[in-house]
């Protein structure tokens, strides 16, 4: 039995991602997706439809009550929905979506964070230690519409700890499913 297990994870890491996806085409809308491969297997893959994105923080930051918190190094930005100028997403396409928010406090101050949607609060990050380093973690999945706006904002005094070398301060999210669209062609946006 271990070496069947085995096997199978050992066929999975070597498969391809088309691969690892076969068998989930009918978890987006066919206008979500396109057809990919010659194979006579219609693989699901992301079109610009799919929204993601994960910035983190390369600078020390002091906040205090209603800062937002710009997280400056965008790693990804899929959908175009991150603002690292306002540290703002705006949501283009409506649905559900996964948030992770994580931070590190400097030596000397605790980490105390809240995130919002559309200016109401909905989780906080905590981490506090004396005399060291405290991170927090906090993820959260919302539905959101188009133009719902999502962002990490200071609770009290914080100092948030940052380099551009050292990146410990994240925040990121991703479009778990979209909102449901109007089925008006089947085959709409299938390829092959």
Request: charged share 10%; proline share 4%; with cysteine.
């Amino acid at each position: 039995m271990k070496f069947l297990v085995c096997l199978s994870l050992f066929s999975f890491a070597v498969s391809s991602p088309l691969e690892q996806v076969k068998g989930i085409d009918n978890y987006f809308p066919t206008s979500f997706v396109r057809a990919a491969g010659n194979h006579g297997h219609h693989h699901v893959t992301p079109t610009d439809k799919f929204v993601g994105f994960s910035a983190g923080l390369t600078k020390m930051l002091k906040t205090n009550d209603t800062d937002l918190v710009v997280y400056d190094r965008v790693f990804l930005n899929m959908g175009n929905g991150y603002d690292s100028s306002s540290g703002v997403f705006t949501c283009p396409n409506a649905g559900t979506y996964a948030f992770l928010v994580h931070g590190v406090s400097t030596a000397t101050s605790q980490l105390n964070l809240d995130i919002y949607r559309n200016n109401n609060y909905t989780v906080s990050v905590f981490a506090h230690v004396n005399n060291g380093y405290a991170s927090g973690h906090q993820s959260i999945i919302l539905q959101l519409d188009q133009q719902d706006v999502v962002y990490v904002q200071g609770r009290g005094a914080n100092s948030m700890y940052g380099a551009n070398h050292e990146v410990y301060s994240t925040f990121s999210g991703f479009l778990v499913a979209p909102t449901a669209l109007p089925a008006s062609n089947p085959n709409q946006g299938v390829i092959g």
